[in-house]
């Protein structure tokens, strides 16, 4: 009640009871372990140095110099534009006459020009794989890779680096093409997508909303980035069409069209699941700690066994994970029929219980992952890019950019530099048979 009163119970205390109220001072001790910090991690041996001596001020004829004392500091300087001169002497027989140059070619001999991935291109090759790597890894867009080379007082227009990356883009379509059909080939996928956003011509001061889906291989350590324009049953139909193995994903309906056979095993993931029962600790918290401390020792049992042999994993999963799974099992039928079918809870349940028999799939393949978080990982990069770059300029300009988040996301993998890799790739590939 909004009018009544407060009753102030501290003017009825007893001097007695204030007396009883006066704080009491406690010194409080305890220990604390020491830490044993071994100091700074040293400088990587292979940067180069640059050996700055400083001498006292004072006249130092009359010392003789006992020692001297190091300071390794990380230093850094701005990446520095230069011209690569390709110089071909030309020679001749030492014979050979003036007339005899009229004629073309004759005894002359002359290096050849090395490949080049764009005929005629200003740029270099580790020029070009730097603009990518700044654009797919370090999320640059292009125009803020114009203002550093207007910072060198280099001026190019943002036409011609598009046009580069557009050109390497179509070089290297064949290598992507290649990589697609390694990672159908596989046995064992994961998959998910994310937006992204698109200029539309035919939408006027709109963007269209597409979609990379992400096709990841952990036992080849691949990765591949698929762009369609939209999230239906035909969008992974390119991929998924035919596809023999097994397939983790969400409980995107879409995906059973491609798993409700007999050549697929579907595996759902436990790291999903988890999530509904985490939006339900607000409504039913009791339910909800429950189920997550029961997920939680199945990720526990993960831990203890990552280092395993696929055999040994399989075992272990069967002896420890199974019972678990089984009791949560019992206990979510139970409980579906005490709670409200359009609750938090009650959507949690139904969810985990349509996917349950392929969240128990994992447990048949020492090599099967508990969950999809590792392709959830290979998404970031497209999250942080889109960030960056807001969207892509057409639909093919976001081909091109799945083409290189799937190979430069199969370097961060497989623990290759990708500025070597690209560098090398762009060296070769002019010269290398299609085929």
């Not at 501290?10 to 604390?32: L, M």
């Not at 050849?112 to 291109?121: A, T």
């Not at 055999?311 to 009791?327: C, G, H, M, T, V």
Request: charged fraction near 30%; glycine fraction near 4%; include cysteine.
């Amino acid at each position: 009640d909004s009018s009544q009163m407060k009753l102030p119970f501290e003017e009825y205390a007893t001097e007695e009871e204030k007396a009883d109220e006066t704080p009491v001072k406690e010194v409080i001790t305890y220990e604390r372990k020491k830490s044993n910090h071994v100091g700074r991690k040293p400088l990587p041996e292979h940067l180069p140095e640059v050996i700055h001596v400083i001498e006292p001020e004072e006249d130092t004829k009359e010392y003789v110099k006992i020692g001297e004392e190091r300071t390794e500091i990380l230093e850094y300087t701005p990446a520095n534009f230069f011209k690569l001169v390709i110089v071909r002497p030309k020679y001749a027989l030492k014979n050979t006459t003036d007339d005899d140059f009229l004629e073309e070619n004759k005894e002359v001999i002359i290096g050849e020009m090395p490949s080049r991935p764009i005929n005629k291109c200003l740029a270099g090759n580790k020029l070009l794989a730097f603009i990518l790597i700044s654009k797919y890894i370090d999320h640059l867009p292009l125009y803020r890779q114009m203002q550093i080379f207007k910072r060198s007082k280099i001026d190019i227009s943002s036409s011609t680096i598009d046009s580069w990356v557009r050109s390497l883009g179509n070089l290297l379509e064949p290598l992507y093409k290649r990589l697609i059909r390694e990672i159908k080939a596989q046995t064992y996928l994961q998959v998910d997508e994310t937006t992204t956003k698109v200029l539309d011509k035919t939408k006027k001061g709109k963007t269209h909303t597409g979609y990379y889906w992400t096709y990841y291989a952990p036992l080849a350590n691949l990765v591949c980035f698929d762009y369609q324009k939209g999230r239906d049953i035909e969008a992974p139909r390119s991929f998924l069409e035919g596809y023999e193995g097994t397939l983790q994903t969400d409980g995107y309906v879409v995906y059973k069209h491609y798993y409700d056979n007999d050549k697929v095993t579907h595996m759902a993931c436990w790291a999903h699941a988890r999530r509904y029962f985490e939006k339900s600790l607000d409504t039913d918290k009791a339910r909800a700690e429950y189920v997550l401390t029961e997920i939680q020792k199945l990720y526990k049992i993960e831990r203890e066994i990552k280092e395993f042999s696929a055999s040994k994993k399989r075992d272990i999963r069967q002896e420890d994970a199974l019972p678990i799974i089984n009791d949560l099992g019992k206990w979510l039928h139970r409980e579906r029929n005490n709670v409200l079918p359009k609750s938090p809870m009650g959507k949690a349940i139904t969810y985990i219980s349509n996917v349950w028999i392929s969240l128990m799939n994992y447990l048949e393949d020492g090599n099967l992952m508990i969950d999809n978080n590792l392709v959830e990982n290979k998404i970031r990069p497209v999250a942080l890019g889109r960030k960056n770059y807001l969207f892509a300029g057409s639909h093919n300009g976001a081909m091109r950019s799945a083409m290189f988040y799937s190979f430069f996301g199969s370097c961060k993998i497989n623990d290759i530099n990708p500025q070597l890799w690209m560098e090398y790739v762009l060296e070769n590939i002019s010269d290398w048979k299609v085929n």
